[in-house]
T-cell receptor, first 114, second 113 residues
Framework: DVKVTQSSRYLVKRTGEKVFLECVQDMDHENMFWYRQDPGLGLRLIYFSYDVKMKEKGDIPEGYSVSREKKERFSLILESASTNQTSMYLC?????????????FGEGSRLTVL | DQQVKQNSPSLSVQEGRISILNCDYTNSMFDYFLWYKKYPAEGPTFLISISSIKDKNEDGRFTVFLNKSAKHLSLHIVPSQPGDSAVYFCAARGSYNTDKLIFGTGTRLQVFP
């Protein structure tokens, strides 16, 4: 069974802290994505990667960075967390760059920044 | 600017009846559309898709209709079941940039007995 695993389901951090969100997929997928989901705004793409050590900015990359050192792992980093980064973060992977196939999502990481 | 819009934040339908979820888009360069379903505390899961060269795609109880001239697509669920209660997102892919999908804001469907 295909699986995308996000390391933390719930996190509470303080303003200014550095936050790491980890994501691992076991499907040998080339592409990996980080989205955030907010009420009334849907899913918005933060960063994506189509190969190891490659990364591309999505629609809202400000305040975030990513790391992809291994094919199966894609990390989202908040260098200095702020309250407006309180959100649900969703990691996803897909088989090909054409995006006609489905994205496989993890269960999400709910981050609260105080 | 929201390129993919789901103007109804919520929908309530009786079990056994048809659910119709709507999605509008503004970019005529979108060439592929997908629907995802999301239960609370879970990630979204793929439901059904349609290419812009088609106007209908059916999979069991789920049918997606595409009206390119109106830049509108809809998801029909017949018959609706309580287990269909979830948030539904439509998503679109641009022919000019196939690397990513653009998602709508979601519609919460509640199917009551």
């Amino acid at each position: 069974d295909v699986k995308v695993t996000q390391s933390s389901r719930y996190l509470v951090k303080r303003t200014g802290e550095k936050v790491f969100l980890e994501c691992v997929q076991d499907m040998d997928h080339e592409n990996m994505f980080w989205y955030r989901q907010d009420p009334g705004l849907g899913l918005r793409l933060i960063y994506f990667s189509y190969d190891v050590k490659m990364k591309e900015k999505g629609d809202i990359p400000e305040g975030y960075s990513v790391s992809r050192e291994k094919k199966e792992r894609f990390s989202l980093i908040l260098e200095s967390a702020s309250t407006n980064q309180t959100s649900m973060y969703l990691c996803a992977s897909s088989r090909d760059r054409a995006n006609t196939g489905e994205l496989f999502f993890g269960e999400g990481s709910r981050l609260t920044v105080l | 600017d929201q390129q993919v819009k789901q103007n109804s934040p919520s929908l309530s339908v009786q079990e056994g009846r048809i659910s119709i979820l709507n999605c509008d888009y503004t970019n005529s360069m979108f060439d592929y559309f997908l629907w995802y379903k999301k239960y609370p505390a879970e990630g979204p899961t793929f439901l059904i898709s349609i290419s812009s060269i088609k106007d209908k795609n059916e999979d069991g109880r789920f049918t997606v209709f595409l009206n390119k001239s109106a830049k509108h697509l809809s998801l029909h669920i017949v018959p609706s079941q309580p287990g269909d209660s979830a948030v539904y997102f439509c998503a679109a892919r641009g022919s000019y940039n196939t690397d990513k999908l653009i998602f709508g804001t979601g519609t919460r469907l509640q199917v009551f007995p």
